[in-house]
Structures are given as structure tokens and as C-alpha cells.
């Protein structure tokens, strides 16, 4: 493993062809463990990013860890500059990107606004398991916290820890009004069906392939990251696979994701499995939306907070 902790590829320095310099590891890995106790045996003491990364199990720290950029890489001023760490910084804590499957933002067209504003309002609740708060205004469910959707002002906002906060991010938005006004009475069919048994799977190759890699990348050698990125999303726990998560994105649209780790034999999988009545509500360019939702927030591991964050 030619990557350090940090992130640094040694493989591709030339103080390592020249033999100066030996290839650092991840946090996990033999080759930084020996890079570590090298450290301390020539210069009394290792670098405090491997040595911290090593202790707290994590893997690479700008994919693996919460608090990067911490304080060990502003401290030392190594191996990133400060203009290098404040990128990094606020691009984190912006919220996630909307993008279409061909990569253009994303925006919830007027005459989806005006559907909806025409729409009997008390029968749409009804379906959508909402609840009519005004004439214009409903409270819909989402991951066990609500959105708000103003249909007259074209706005949604969601409750973070009992506060209404306006929504920034426009592909949360688009499948919150796609679901009001595509739902129907029809309850889910409490049965799992995964993407190839959909009628429309045919839909989720190439550029629709379904956003699941960056999820599995992330968490494949860190199940506990990935319950805790699963528990900040108020996901319901499930005995399937080595972990495994129902999100209740909206009331009729349960998503499940199930992690088995790898071993010498098998690869690190995971698997993304809908409620078999998914395709009553929505359209395949819509269950491709809900599932780059769930995995960003999976990836970004802080609950549903990245959706109204300013950035
Ligand atoms: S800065 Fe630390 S973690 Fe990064 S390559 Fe060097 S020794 Fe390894
Ligand atoms: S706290 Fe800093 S050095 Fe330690 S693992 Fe996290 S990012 Fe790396």
C-alpha cells in the first residue's frame, strides 16, 4: 500500500524510486504500522497524523475520517498547504451536488409547481402519508425528520432538531414534489426487490448506473463508520447481511442498504434494495434520485445537517 495515512501517494514520488524515503500505509494497513515504528526508532517519534490515524483505526484520513481537517494537519503544516485544508474544509461542508445523470444541475420545473398547486391538497396528504398544515402547505416525512413544502412560495424546508431551516439542495426538493404529486393510495407491498427485478432496470446502466460505489468505497473496511453514518440518518437497523439499514426517505419509499464485508475470498459488497411497490410511485429517473440522496448522505455521514447547509 503506496498511499500514507494522509493521503500522500508515495508510489509516485521520486524520493521513494531513489530509495530516500520508504512508502508510507494507511491507518490500517502493515506498511504504515512499520513506517510508524520506524519513525519512532530514527527520529524518537512518528508523525503524528499516522500515528493518530493508526490509533483511532482509521484507513485514509480525507476519505475515512469526521474530523479532517484536523488540527494534526494545521498544526504541522505538513503535507498540506492552509489554502489546500480551507478548500478542503469548506467544499465538506457544503451541502451535496444535485446533478442529473448527465451531470447538469438540477431544478424542479415550474409546471411541476403548478401540478401540484392545482392538486386537492387533503387527498394528496392522504397518499402521501403527509399532513396538511394550510391550504398551500404540507409536512412530509423524511428520514424520520419532516420537510415542509410551501407550494405557493416554491419552498422546502426541513426540521433540524426542531428548527425550520430552508432546504439547499434542489434534487432533495425535486423527489420531495416528484412523490407528492406521483404517489397514490396504494400501500407498499413489504416486499424487497433489488434494482434487477424492477421493470424498468433495463434504465439504471451507464451514466443511470445507481450511485452505490462511493457508498461501499467508503465503508467497505468500516462497518462502525458506516452504522454511524446509517444512526445519523435515523436509519432502522435490520438483521441482514454483515449491517444492514432501512431509510424511510419518504413514507411510501423505504430504501435498504446491506453491507457485507470482504474477505480473503470475497470482496466488500453492497446491495440496494427497494420495497417492490417503488415503481407505483416513482419513475426509474426518480428512484435513481433517491438512491444519489441516501448514498451522499451516507458518504457525508452528518444525517440529513449537509441538505441545508450554505456553501
Ligand atoms: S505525512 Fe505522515 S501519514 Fe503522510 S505519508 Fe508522511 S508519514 Fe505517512
Ligand atoms: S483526527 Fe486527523 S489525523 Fe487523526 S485520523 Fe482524523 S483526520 Fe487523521
Known amino acids: 500500500m503506496a498511499t500514507g495515512a494522509c493521503g500522500i501517494d508515495c508510489s509516485v514520488c521520486r524520493l521513494d524510486l531513489l530509495g530516500e524515503c520508504s512508502t508510507c500505509g494507511s491507518g490500517k494497513s502493515i506498511e504504515g504500522a512499520r513506517k510508524r515504528g520506524a519513525q519512532e526508532r530514527i527520529f524518537g ?62 431544478t424542479v420545473p415550474e409546471e411541476y409547481w403548478r401540478e401540484l398547486s392545482n392538486r386537492n391538497i387533503a387527498d394528496l396528504c392522504e397518499n402521501a402519508g403527509a399532513i396538511r398544515r394550510s391550504t398551500f402547505s404540507v409536512i412530509l416525512p423524511f428520514f424520520h425528520s419532516s420537510l415542509r413544502i410551501d407550494v405557493e412560495k416554491k419552498q422546502v424546508c426541513i426540521d433540524l432538531r426542531g428548527q425550520w431551516v430552508t432546504i439547499n439542495h434542489p434534487l432533495t426538493v425535486l423527489m420531495a414534489v416528484v412523490y407528492l404529486l406521483n404517489v397514490t393510495e396504494a400501500e407498499p407491498l413489504g416486499q424487497m426487490v433489488g434494482v434487477q427485478e424492477l421493470k424498468s432496470f433495463h434504465f439504471f446502466r451507464g451514466p443511470h448506473k445507481l450511485k452505490i460505489s462511493p457508498v461501499l468505497k467508503r465503508y467497505e473496511n468500516d462497518l462502525r463508520g458506516f452504522e454511524n453514518a446509517a444512526r445519523a440518518l435515523r436509519g432502522d437497523k435490520l438483521d441482514l447481511a454483515d449491517l444492514a439499514f432501512k431509510f424511510s426517505v419518504f413514507p411510501k419509499i423505504p430504501v435498504y442498504y446491506l453491507l457485507w464485508k470482504g474477505d480473503d475470498e470475497f470482496p466488500a459488497n453492497l446491495v440496494v434494495l427497494f420495497d417492490k411497490s417503488i415503481e407505483n410511485y416513482l419513475a426509474a429517473d426518480s428512484i435513481w434520485g433517491i438512491v444519489n440522496l441516501v448514498s451522499d448522505l451516507l458518504v457525508l455521514g452528518r444525517g440529513t445537517d449537509p441538505l441545508a447547509a450554505r456553501g
Open 45 to 106: 517519534g512518528a508523525c503524528p497524523i499516522l500515528a493518530c490515524a493508526i490509533d483511532s483505526e482509521v484507513e485514509f484520513c480525507p476519505k475515512d475520517c469526521d474530523r479532517f481537517p484536523c488540527d494534526k494537519f494545521r498544526d504541522n503544516r505538513y503535507p498540506f498547504s492552509e489554502a489546500y485544508l480551507n478548500m478542503q474544509q469548506r467544499r465538506r461542508q457544503a451541502p451535496p451536488p444535485s446533478l442529473s445523470p448527465i451531470g447538469e444541475g438540477v
